[in-house]
Every structure is written in C-alpha cells, then in structure tokens.
C-alpha cells in the first residue's frame, strides 16, 4: 500500500508527539521548538490549569534539577519532572502569557520600558551567577514579557548548548563572563536604533571580546544601566566635556532655574533702585 | 547626614551669602555684620523647619513652596522689624529671601538621609 506523503509527515508527527498517559498532563498544543527540546502547552488535569510541558533528551536531566534550584521572581518555577515511557524527561513549568523579548521590542516600547526588561533579566543572570548557574544561550527568544510586565528567564543553560550566534561570546568555554557578554548583546538588540551613548558603550563594554575587560559581574553591569537612568556618569564610557555639562545641567535643572531665579531678583532689584 | 542637619549648613551657608550682598549697597556698608548675622540666623531658621519638613513629606515640589514660603515669612519678619527704624526695605529682603527659602527647601528634598532610610539601615 502506497502513502501519500502529507500521511506520511502526519505519521511522523504523531509518532514525535511524547505519550503523556500515566501522567496528569494533557497534551494541547506545540508552543516551540529548538535544540534543546520540544515545548507544548498541556492541561495538568488533577489542578486545571495550563503549563508548560518540555520534553528533553534523558541526556539533558540535569536541565530541570538546575532551574529548580534558581528561584527567583525572573526564572520560570519548574513545578514536576518525570519520565515518558520512551525514556525522554519531561517537566512541567509555569506557562507564561506573554510575548518573547524579539516580539516585544517589534511593538516600540519606550526606552525605559526596554531598559526595564534588560534590568529584570540582568537580576535573574546575577542572582543564578550567585548559586553558581550559568546560562550559556540567553538571547530575546529565551526571555518571556509577561501581560502584567513581568519578565522571565528561560532555557537554562545546559553543557551541550553552543549558544546562538549573535549573542555568543567568542570564547571556547561558557562562562559568568561570556553571559554577560550575551547581556550586552541583548541590551544592544533592545535599545532603538536612536540610543544614548553611554547605552550603547554599556552594551560594547559587556560584549568586548576580552573576557577580562567586560563587566566583572552582572551585577555590575546593572549598576552601570542604573547608573544612567539616574543621570549619572556610567563606567563605560568616558564622556566628553559638553556631554558632561549637558547631563549636569539636566539632572540638576530645577537648582539652576532657582539659582537663576535668584540671580535676576538680585540683579533687577539693584538696577531698580536707580530710579 | 540627616535633612535638618541639611538644611541648617545650606540655610547658614545660603543665608550668609544671601546677607552678603548687601555689600553691593553702600548705605548698607556700615551694618553689614549685623546683615550677616541675621541673614544667617533666618536662613538656618527656614533650613530648619524645611530639614523637619523633608523627613515628613517627601516632594520636590512641596519642598520648594514650604521652602519658598517659610523664606518669605521670615524675611517679611525681618523687614518688618527694619521698617520699625524707619527703613523700608520689604521688596529688597523679602524677594531674594523667597527665593533663597525655594532654594533651601529643594534642597533639604534632593539632599540628606530620610527618616525610614535611616531606621532601616543596619547597625554595625
């Protein structure tokens, strides 16, 4: 009996599809897929509610032990683990509603609001970099903008991700240091193509191709982003004198009106005793 | 630095400058130390009640019109108290002193340790 090739790819669909029975998962629909995995959106049936269902390679286990670890307001909660009958993990994590950060940046959010965004994952890399977690593939398909703002972290690093491209540091081994370098790239995808400098000199120092020279930290990146959002000098980049004086007189506007203000009462009330 | 501490060193410091300009007026020359001292004492005075002001209201811009307010009180104050000798002298001293209590009052805002900062902060 011959098949017709649309039955054929139907078959092979179907036989991918991971058999959930024996688990209180329903599978619904696929969300993605990638190196790593496959994720589909499923029903736990024993809570009615929908999460996130990833299924992964068995060679790929420690994945879920290590974002189990990590919790924090900016990681995705992974909530069971457990076994197909094929032999491949799966676990079930929060389904988040929202938009990936390459989507979100498409509807031209305002720069604080991107730098928002930035900052929320620069506190997940710093807080996983604290438990020793590294990520190794951050990029704007792996952060999830929830409906209410809030930002997740996803896809944890495991040992057998090269990381994407654009946002992989030029270092054999993945470390700390070569996340930060996948930070600044993000930073730099985020920001509009009109950006402060120093923005754009935070995001060049974190992606230098010295491991040495970029930011020692996440941390320290985030102190350098909130730096500027405060008017402040970032440690990236040496100003030029003008640049410095236009900053100061924006941040201490309202002191130099007063000022002014001072100096022309003074200067009208002496002239006016002339007459 | 707590913010009355603030505005007591800018309200002296801003109110002996403020004072000092009386320099430019010759007449005033002769009493210029006594201008000093006063000025100085009204502006540690506005600086006081800003400082307390500060710690309960956190406002730029209430800081500045309690400021500006509490300036133009004293200085009319002041003026009063010089037009009782016979000089008239309430535009002079109760214009810059407006302005000089604006100035004190946003600063005692922007400057300083507020109140709940300073409870929580650990102790060694």
């Known amino acids: 009996m011959d098949l017709s090739d649309s039955v054929l790819d139907h078959l092979r669909h179907v036989?991918?599809?991971?058999?959930?029975?024996?688990?209180?998962?329903?599978?619904?629909?696929?969300?993605?897929?990638?190196?790593?995995?496959?994720v589909y959106r499923a029903l736990d049936r024993q809570l009615d509610r929908r999460v996130a269902l990833k299924v992964v390679d068995s060679a790929l286990a420690g994945e879920p032990r290590l974002i189990a670890r990590l919790e924090h307001p900016g990681i995705v909660p992974v909530y069971e683990t457990g076994t197909l009958p094929d032999g491949r993990l799966f676990y079930a994590m929060k389904l988040i509603a929202g938009a990936r950060l390459d989507h979100y940046v498409a509807r031209s959010p305002s720069l604080a609001e991107r730098l928002r965004v930035v900052r929320r994952v620069a506190e997940a890399l710093a807080f996983a970099h604290s438990r020793g977690a590294v990520h190794r593939d951050l990029k704007?398909?792996?952060?999830?903008?929830?409906?209410?703002?809030?930002?997740?972290?996803m896809d944890w690093g495991v040992e057998a991700v090269a990381g994407t491209p654009a946002f992989r540091a030029p270092e054999a081994s993945l470390d700390r240091r070569s996340d930060i370098y996948a930070l600044g790239a993000l930073l730099r995808f985020a920001l509009p193509a009109s950006s402060p400098p120093a923005l754009l000199a935070i995001a060049a120092k974190a992606m230098n191709l010295d491991p040495a020279a970029r930011y020692s930290s996440a941390q320290a990146f985030l102190d350098d982003i909130e730096r500027f959002q405060e008017g402040l000098a970032v440690e990236a980049w040496s100003e030029p004198l003008w640049h410095r004086l236009r900053r100061f007189g924006s941040r201490n506007a309202v002191l130099l009106w007063l000022l002014a203000a001072y100096a022309g009462v003074k200067f009208l009330l002496f002239f006016l005793r002339s007459f | 630095m707590n913010k009355i501490l603030v505005g007591l060193l800018f309200g002296l410091a801003l109110g002996f400058l403020d004072g000092a300009t009386a320099w430019f007026y010759p007449e005033t020359r002769p009493v210029i130390g006594g201008i000093l001292v006063g000025s100085s004492f009204k502006g540690m005075l506005v600086g006081l009640l800003s400082g307390w002001f500060a710690r309960k209201v956190n406002s730029t811009k209430w800081g500045i019109v309690v400021g500006a307010a509490l300036g133009l009180l004293f200085a009319f104050i002041v003026a009063a108290m010089d037009a009782t000798k016979g000089q008239q002298h309430?535009?002079?001293?109760?214009?810059?002193?407006?302005?000089v209590g604006a100035i004190i009052g946003f600063l005692t805002q922007r400057m300083g340790t507020p109140r709940s900062a300073a409870l929580t902060e650990p102790r060694p």
């Open chain 2, 90 to 99: 309430y535009l002079e001293i109760m214009f810059p002193g407006f302005v």
């Open chain 1, 140 to 153: 704007p398909q792996n952060v999830m903008v929830g409906e209410f703002g809030e930002v997740y972290v």
């Open chain 1, 15 to 38: 036989a991918a599809l991971p058999d959930l029975s024996g688990t209180r998962y329903e599978l619904e629909s696929e969300i993605g897929r990638g190196g790593m995995g496959v």
